[in-house]
């Protein structure tokens, strides 16, 4: 909530873009401001910063007449694996460089009957293959917290993007914690659905098991509000699951001590490993104290399988990965080899080659590689299947933890933003950026990254909490209530741009 304090200057110097979603939309809706005023903010805060930060792929151009939308107006930004109908959807790959979407994904169309108005495409690792938004072919973006900082990935783009002011909302896409992980690293909140609760259609697959596309925002009640349009049944997704539309916001408005004091949460042990930045582990332990002596039951608890999650998911993921990127062929669209002659291609798998070498990045080749490996004759059982008996195990460690508790709490990630290049070309170092994540996909959960402080440099740090499957509501009520009640410090500057 902004203090008196902070409205005034935001009204004195016309900068709206600062104003939370939930703001924005009771302002229009009393007539105190205009949609025009609020997204004309916008728009010269990314003029501002986007040199500096390189979020989008690509900004819309606008007139600033907006007489014909909805008075909800709803301004957000859209990972660039999200179709929108007659805009580049790229991937941040060269082999998407020019594609244009046919159609709206699923997610497009229920935010434009809300009323939004999409700003534009975020940068993000290339094909979703990354922790550190350092892949794309667009260039790298940069944390606002400090510019020499990966904002981590691989929707790195819409979590800069909220974080800066440059939107107040956005969608990202997570497979392994691209959500989650790149909120903690820019401060911002950032949830992943269980997985079937939001419809993939229109979203780019890199692993059709474990993508699910979630929610950016600056507080958990813009998370909601996000949140409830695009979790809805769509029959164009066989994975998703036909479940009433929830109130999410609504549901906001009952949480109380009585809430907290009727919950038990786990703490699993696996989580709180040897590694972990020391500024981490106490932040998420003062936010645990916090909850106990508001009422909460806190239980450690063991989910013993947490140790062979990242070596799991590089086997499915990547499987997943190899089968999916098949169709990048230079046939029906997409980047073709320049070569133009038939001399060039004796064989029509020269050109599939070719085309394949020169438009997909290193990450995207390495786990094609892998996945392909994985999959292929005389290796299937003994990765790829085993894989999926572990990803069975993981699961099981959730079930019965979830019998006992009702949330887990953990870190998001095991240290704050590193520096840009530090892990680049170190790729086990890399994988392990999303240690705290991956579990909670590879079971299908919903997760929630929410800002709990800052490390001694000034980075923010992220508070996991997992819930068990379609228990979004009761996963943002509690960290609306840990949001509105746990008292952290601040720093005098939120980011530096």
């Given at each position: 909530?902004?203090?008196?304090?902070?409205?005034f200057?935001?009204?004195?110097?016309?900068?709206?873009?600062?104003?939370?979603?939930?703001?924005?939309?009771d302002?229009?809706?009393?007539?105190?401001?205009?949609?025009?005023?609020?997204?004309?903010?916008?728009?010269?805060?990314i003029?501002?910063?986007?040199?500096?930060l390189n979020?989008?792929?690509?900004?819309?151009?606008?007139?600033?007449?907006?007489?014909?939308?909805?008075?909800?107006?709803?301004?957000?930004?859209?990972?660039?694996?999200?179709?929108?109908?007659?805009?580049?959807?790229?991937?941040?790959?060269?082999?998407?460089?020019?594609?244009?979407?046919?159609?709206d994904?699923?997610?497009?169309?229920?935010?434009r009957?809300?009323?939004a108005v999409?700003?534009?495409?975020?940068?993000?690792?290339?094909?979703?293959?990354?922790?550190?938004?350092?892949t794309?072919?667009?260039?790298?973006?940069?944390?606002?917290?400090?510019?020499?900082r990966?904002?981590?990935?691989?929707?790195?783009?819409?979590?800069?993007?909220?974080?800066?002011g440059?939107?107040?909302v956005?969608?990202g896409?997570?497979?392994?914690?691209?959500?989650?992980?790149?909120?903690?690293?820019?401060?911002?909140?950032g949830?992943k659905?269980t997985?079937?609760?939001?419809?993939?259609?229109g979203?780019?697959?890199?692993?059709?098991?474990?993508?699910?596309i979630?929610?950016?925002?600056?507080?958990?009640?813009?998370?909601?509000?996000?949140?409830?349009?695009?979790?809805?049944?769509?029959?164009?997704?066989?994975?998703?699951?036909?479940?009433?539309q929830?109130?999410?916001?609504g549901?906001?408005q009952?949480?109380?001590?009585?809430?907290?004091?009727?919950?038990?949460?786990?703490?699993?042990?696996?989580?709180?490993?040897?590694?972990?930045?020391?500024?981490i582990?106490?932040?998420?332990?003062?936010?645990?104290?916090?909850?106990?002596?508001?009422?909460?039951?806190?239980?450690e608890?063991?989910?013993?399988?947490?140790?062979?999650?990242?070596?799991?998911?590089?086997?499915?993921?990547?499987?997943?990965?190899?089968?999916?990127?098949?169709?990048?062929?230079?046939?029906?669209?997409?980047?073709?080899s320049?070569?133009?002659?038939?001399?060039?291609?004796?064989?029509?798998?020269?050109?599939?080659?070719?085309?394949?070498?020169?438009?997909?990045?290193?990450?995207?080749k390495?786990?094609?590689?892998l996945?392909?490996?994985?999959?292929?004759?005389?290796?299937?059982?003994?990765?790829?299947?085993?894989?999926q008996?572990?990803r069975?195990?993981?699961?099981?460690?959730f079930?019965?933890?979830?019998?006992?508790v009702?949330?887990?709490?953990?870190?998001?990630?095991?240290?704050?933003?590193?520096?840009?290049?530090?892990?680049?070309?170190?790729?086990?170092q890399?994988?392990?950026?999303?240690?705290f994540?991956?579990?909670?996909?590879?079971a299908?959960l919903?997760?929630m990254?929410?800002?709990?402080?800052?490390?001694?440099?000034?980075?923010?740090?992220?508070?996991?909490?997992?819930?068990?499957?379609?228990?979004?509501?009761?996963?943002?009520?509690?960290?609306?209530?840990?949001?509105l009640?746990?008292?952290?410090?601040?720093?005098?500057?939120e980011?530096?741009?």
């Amino acid at each position: 909530m902004l203090s008196f304090t902070e409205v005034f200057y935001i009204f004195l110097f016309m900068e709206f873009y600062r104003l939370s979603l939930r703001t924005v939309q009771d302002l229009i809706n009393k007539k105190e401001i205009s949609q025009k005023e609020v997204l004309k903010s916008i728009l010269g805060r990314i003029n501002q910063v986007e040199k500096q930060l390189n979020a989008f792929i690509t900004i819309f151009d606008y007139e600033l007449d907006f007489n014909s939308y909805n008075t909800k107006f709803l301004p957000i930004a859209i990972k660039d694996n999200i179709c929108i109908k007659g805009k580049r959807t790229t991937c941040g790959s060269k082999i998407l460089e020019n594609y244009i979407a046919p159609y709206d994904a699923t997610v497009i169309e229920f935010l434009r009957s809300a009323g939004a108005v999409f700003i534009g495409k975020t940068n993000m690792d290339e094909f979703a293959m990354g922790s550190s938004t350092e892949t794309s072919y667009f260039g790298i973006t940069r944390n606002p917290y400090d510019l020499s900082r990966i904002p981590g990935g691989s929707s790195g783009g819409s979590a800069v993007a909220v974080a800066s002011g440059e939107v107040p909302v956005a969608l990202g896409s997570d497979t392994g914690g691209s959500i989650r992980q790149p909120a903690a690293l820019c401060g911002v909140v950032g949830m992943k659905p269980t997985y079937g609760r939001v419809s993939r259609y229109g979203l780019v697959a890199f692993a059709s098991s474990l993508d699910q596309i979630g929610v950016f925002a600056r507080n958990v009640y813009d998370c909601a509000i996000v949140a409830e349009i695009i979790c809805q049944y769509d029959d164009k997704d066989s994975t998703c699951v036909n479940l009433p539309q929830e109130k999410f916001t609504g549901e906001l408005q009952t949480v109380d001590e009585n809430f907290i004091k009727n919950i038990k949460i786990g703490i699993p042990k696996e989580y709180f490993i040897e590694g972990i930045q020391e500024e981490i582990r106490q932040k998420i332990f003062s936010v645990i104290e916090f909850l106990s002596r508001s009422g909460a039951k806190i239980e450690e608890v063991s989910l013993p399988h947490t140790e062979y999650a990242v070596a799991t998911y590089y086997i499915i993921a990547p499987s997943e990965a190899s089968s999916n990127l098949a169709r990048y062929d230079g046939v029906k669209y997409g980047y073709k080899s320049s070569s133009k002659t038939e001399d060039d291609y004796p064989e029509v798998i020269n050109m599939y080659r070719k085309t394949r070498q020169e438009g997909f990045g290193a990450e995207v080749k390495r786990r094609i590689m892998l996945g392909t490996y994985s999959l292929s004759s005389g290796y299937y059982d003994a990765y790829y299947l085993k894989a999926q008996k572990v990803r069975k195990l993981i699961f099981e460690d959730f079930m019965r933890v979830f019998n006992k508790v009702d949330f887990i709490i953990a870190p998001t990630t095991p240290t704050t933003a590193f520096k840009l290049g530090e892990k680049i070309n170190d790729p086990l170092q890399m994988y392990l950026s999303d240690i705290f994540t991956i579990p909670c996909n590879l079971a299908g959960l919903p997760g929630m990254s929410i800002p709990c402080g800052y490390d001694n440099q000034g980075l923010p740090i992220g508070l996991q909490l997992i819930a068990p499957h379609f228990k979004e509501s009761n996963l943002l009520k509690l960290a609306h209530f840990i949001e509105l009640n746990f008292k952290f410090e601040k720093i005098k500057n939120e980011y530096v741009v």
